[in-house]
């Protein structure tokens, strides 16, 4: 059994060395000879084979040739995983594994191991854009998948539970809806174009935090039963609502931890990291943790999880309790209120490359399954008086965070803030990516603001003003119902008509 996994990378060296060369988008090899004449004779053959000349040497050519697809497909999700952190992972094409008895071992496109979890996933690629049916690969896994976790948890059996899943990576494939099923009845995890340059985005944007939201995706809800993470805590109550406060690795904290609501992979969920976390801001609290700087803020979240938490009390001190707080056991199950420079910025740290040895610890105020628009409003109670975040941020927020309120200025507010948001995000808007976001920078073309435009329907009364009488229409209303999507598209569709005639 101690040969079963013995092509894997774990040394984090060795792993450097091999992105190295994965990360190019031609393999190399070395033709030598006693001339270089000679040499010159050999690569002259290897020419005819697809090979060209990268560089010559006195008695040796270095050759240079395309990846395929499917191993230029490999060697970027290799690549992700490598970067997102995973300490364990095959080392090359060749990496088998057993899959029964009396047949042969079978060839495992990726392998990656992280603390808590294995993966495994197969990669198909093509050329250009095309349908192709996955039903026999679907299959392949279906057949070997229960004998191959059989032997990782045997080979693993010293250490925790580990939660395993096997997936497919495509390029450039149309996938056929009966596959689509099929992966979703067997548990296959999937990694299509937009979820491979998600995550490649997310990583460079996060670093080794990005690996648990990709956790996160293929585990969605799941209970990981190696992560748990039990703290000594004090739950009390504040403005009716309990609370805990207690310690915590920001590294644990990382496993559970995620800022945007949908935590799914599309562009605006990148989006929310974007807006909320500046690359440059992480660099520095990353060289501050180093130098030894240490937060005594808390980090605000909200717990969101259908059991809840589990709390021991171990003994009351006034009005509060001390005990031992048991956090949810799946990844993306606290969303950060407050602190996430300070959380996200750990990782942009060395410390974060040593979490075992790190001692390093944050103070965390706990929330437990507030609603949305609870937690949104306590971020801008928190953040609306502070430098750091700036008005047209609360802005967007404002057009989640207020959609839904019975006050009839905030459901304006809200309304006037979504309204703007669509107009820059649709196709057929003429200030179609016009208005500056927090994640869009200033341009020639790109020249106005959030906040002035939402000002400017607001002032305008577009959507109406609340009298003594009642609330007065405006030109932009059609309902103040409890659904203001029909209220929204009749602005939408006046805006777009009527702004281009602003040119004229």
Known sequence: MSEVLSNLVTLQKDILSILKNRRKEYIEKTVTA?????????????????????????????????KSFDEKLEDEVWCILADMGFKELSRDRLFKIPVGEGIPDRQIDIFAKGDETVIFIECTACEERKKKPLSELIEKI?????????????????GPKLK???????RNIEWLQSDLIKCDQENIFILKDDQIDYFRKLTNHIRLSAKYQLLAYIFKNAEIPGLNLTVPATMGKMGGKTFYNFLIKPYDLLKIAYISHKKGTSPEDFDSYQRMLEPNRLKKIGKYIDSGGQFPTNIVINIKSKKGVEFHKTENIGESSFGQLTLPSTYASAWIIDGQHRLYGYAYSNRAQKDSEDKTVFPVLAYINLPEISEAQLFVDINSEQVKVKRSLLNEIYSNLKWDSEKFS??????????????????????????????????????LTLTSFVDGLKENKFFGEEKKSGVGPGPFTASYSADLHVTLEKAISILEYYLPFGKK
């Open 142 to 158: 279906d057949n070997v998948r229960k004998y191959a976790f059989d032997v990782i948890k045997t080979y693993y059996i010293s």
């Open 410 to 447: 905030e459901k304006i507010e809200g309304l006037c803030a979504r309204t703007v948001m669509t107009l820059n995000s649709s196709v057929s808007s003429p200030v179609y990516d016009r208005i500056i976001t927090t994640n869009r920078h200033k341009t020639k073309f790109r020249c």
């Open 164 to 170: 395993m899943k096997w997936g497919i990576a495509t």
């Open 34 to 66: 006693s001339t270089l004449e000679l040499a010159e004779k050999k690569a002259a053959l290897e020419e005819e084979d697809g090979w060209r000349i990268l560089r010559k040497g006195k008695r040796s050519i270095r050759l240079a040739k395309d």
